[in-house]
Every structure is written in C-alpha cells, then in structure tokens.
C-alpha cells in the first residue's frame, strides 16, 4: 500500500537522521497501521484508497467511514485505521492543529463515537445501578462522566451520559467498545447510526459559532442553520462543545464551521490534548484489567451507592491501591512512549512531545509509594535510562502557558 510505503521510508530517513521527534511521528503512525491493526491493503473506491484491515486470523475487514470522509480526502488529510473507522490523524500537522485547539479554534470529526440510548420507565434507576457516577447528582439537560465496571471493578469503558429526562438517556461511549457496552446495557439500544459528531474545541469556539453554553450542559439547537445537539463537552481541556446532528446534515454543518475559521484537526492532535491535560484514553491509560482507584478516577464513583464492582472498590480505596496511574515530565530530552518501562517499577501508558511545553510527557503505573508529585523516576527509553519526574495533574495549565 502506498501510505504504508510513505511511512517505512518517513522511519528510514528519521533513522538515519537521528530525529528523535520525527522517529517517534513515523513510528507511531507505522503502529496506527501494522501494530494495532494487523496490517493494510489498498483498493480503489471512486478514485480514493479504501484501507482493507486484516486481523490478526486473517480476515479482511472493510474499515468504516465517517459522512465527512470525502470532505477529510479534499482536503488532503492523513487518513488512517482508528477503532475500525478510516479516520483523519491530521490535516497540515499535529503540532499546528494542537496550537489551533490551544490559541483559537479547531474542529474534529468524532462520528466514529458510539451512542446508547435508553427512554422509557425504570432508565434511571437501570443506568444507576450500572454507571459509576451519581446520576442524581445531574438534572435535565446536564451531563455527566462516567463509568462502566466490570464485577473486578475494571474499567469497561468511559463515557459521558446526557440526561434528557428523569427516563430518557443519551450515552456517549467509545468507539471501540460500542458492543462491549451495550452487552453490559442490554437494556440500550445501539442508534450510532443516527448520528454524526463533531467536537469544536479552544478558547474562540462558542463565539466563532454565535452560541452560549455551560460545561456539561446542553440542549436541542440550531447552529449555523443545522439543527443539533449541543453539549458543553469535550475531550481536550479547552471550553467548547460537541455538536451531534443528523449523517445526512454533517457535511453542511462541517462547511459552515470551517467558514467561521476554525481549524480542521485530526486524531492526532485530539491525542496530543487530552494527554497534556491528563484525561485518560481507554485501551491506554484505563482498561478492564484497572480500576477507577488505581487510575485516578476514584472521583467519579459514588461508592455509597450500588453497581457492578463498587465492593471491590471500597476496599481498595480503604486499602488503598498497589499501583497508581502519574503524570510525569521529562527531565532529559527523550520522548517517552507507550510500553516503555519504569525502571523503579512501572509501565508508560502514553507518552508524547508536549507541543505547548515542548518536552516529553506522559502517563504511566507505578508503584503507590512512587505516586507522590516530584518523585524523579527512570523511563527506559530504547534501552537508555531517562529521568522524568511525577508532576500534578494536568500537566499543561493555561496560565503556565
């Protein structure tokens, strides 16, 4: 395949030019393309690639494809396999569109994001004995993260749910748990299908757009003549919103916002900023095999009240965790990565070039006496011990900037 051609040469030149950022740029997308994924083959589709994904038993799967996946082709992104979706990981670079969402305004594609709905008697007291959070906690019209567990109390997925009404539900959840999820809510019915999502984020959004909104709230709206949803969410540690709409209306609704200015970004970038302010990602930084108190998120379990796990969890609270998921900065100029070691006794779980800080940063398990923030730790960086050190979270504070 020509894109797979492109990046293994993009790794020999950085190789040979002993580029560490751009080692860790061809690397990562190599990864994106053979690691996660199997492996890639072409075909054409009405003169544009169409990525074919082989698993790991050697079935060919067709990769799904966003309403906008045209208007990402004009104009001119790198499109690769995410979750099973061809998506967008950026359109002029990662850096440019991160400093976009940070300084003005960007906007991405999300629609690869599953959604479950719930309506009808009883939604409420089914989704609270399940989600981790206080859902009473929430009225009409605000939203809330969340999480589901499994009976270990690891974590299923993460996701925010909209309350519509006291019974009428809307979650948001992660593309690549869409059906995990739903077996755990069975009671939900899978309507993905019925929505596109795009997520405007940075400091212009809401003004560019001409609308007014709190955080985690949101309403039934028209913005920029397409009627939406809109929510004060999102995923990147910038006011903004997300705005879901009918497939059939995203691409007039992309064109307006791109007319307002705002930057289109890629998944790339969308990385990049939540991994500067510490948001975890599931597959990375939270999985089944951890729970809610090792990583962090013990604030968003309500552990006075019952759901799946929550007697594992008090204990480990009360006992407190083997290990604890940090944020970390390099102190030595190395970029960490995902897999690497923690020499005292750790894991990286994400790592990157932090483009507002311009160091390496991460997040990563280690050992709970090693938790505290100026612990100095080794990271084993392609065989090379590197100092890094245990920092608050976030990492990235706009004031610092």
């Known amino acids: 395949m020509a894109l797979a051609k492109e990046l293994r040469a993009l790794h020999l030149v950085a190789l040979r030019r002993g580029s560490d950022l751009l080692v860790h740029v061809a690397k990562e997308r190599l990864d994106l393309a053979d690691t996660f994924f199997g492996g890639c083959h072409s075909a054409e589709n009405n003169g544009h690639e169409r990525f074919l994904v082989t698993d790991r038993i050697g079935a060919v799967q067709t990769l799904r494809r966003t309403p906008l996946y045209e208007r990402h082709a004009a104009l001119g992104a790198r499109l690769v396999p995410f979750a099973g979706w061809e998506m967008p990981v950026q359109y002029t670079s990662i850096v440019a569109e991160h400093r ?4 003005s305004a960007g906007v991405f594609d999300v629609s690869h994001m599953g959604q479950l709905s719930l309506a009808g008697e009883g939604a409420h007291d089914y989704l609270q004995a399940r989600l981790s959070n206080d859902l009473a906690r929430i009225g009409d019209g605000q939203a809330q993260y969340t999480l589901l567990t499994n009976e270990r109390g690891g974590i299923v997925d993460d996701l925010i749910a909209y309350r519509r009404a006291t019974d009428n539900y809307l979650l948001v959840v992660n593309a690549a748990n869409v059906d995990a999820d739903r077996g755990a809510l069975d009671e939900t019915e899978d309507v993905s299908a019925e929505w596109a999502l795009l997520a405007v984020q940075g400091p212009e959004a809401l003004e560019r757009l001409g609308i007014e909104l709190e955080p985690f709230t949101f309403r039934e ?4 003549g397409t009627r939406c949803l809109v929510a004060g969410t999102g995923y990147t540690g910038e006011r903004g919103c997300e705005l879901g709409c009918a497939p059939d209306d995203a691409v007039a609704l992309w064109d307006a916002i791109l007319e307002r200015g705002i930057v289109p970004c890629g998944l790339g970038a969308r990385d990049t900023l939540r991994l500067e302010v510490c948001y975890p990602l599931h597959g990375n930084d939270i999985s089944p095999e951890r729970t809610p108190i090792e990583a962090g998120l013990g604030w968003a379990c309500a552990l006075d009240k019952q759901f799946t796990g929550v007697d594992l ?8 965790p083997a290990e604890k998921l940090v944020a970390f900065v390099m102190e030595e100029k190395a970029i960490p990565r995902q897999g690497m070691r923690v020499l005292e006794g750790g894991e990286v779980t994400s790592g990157t070039l932090s483009p507002m800080l311009d160091v390496g940063i991460g997040l990563g398990y280690v ?7 100026g612990t100095t730790l080794s990271i084993d960086v392609r065989g090379r011990p590197k100092a890094a050190r245990v920092v608050k979270k976030p990492i990235y504070r706009r004031e610092e900037s």
Do not use: Y
């Not at 976009?100 to 300084?103: D, Y």
């Not at 709206?221 to 920029?224: A, C, G, K, N, R």
């Open 367 to 373: 050992r709970a006496e090693l938790a505290d923030p």
């Open 100 to 103: 976009a969402v940070r300084t």
């Open 221 to 224: 709206d028209e913005v920029l």
């Open 313 to 320: 969890l008090r204990r480990q609270k009360e006992e407190g």
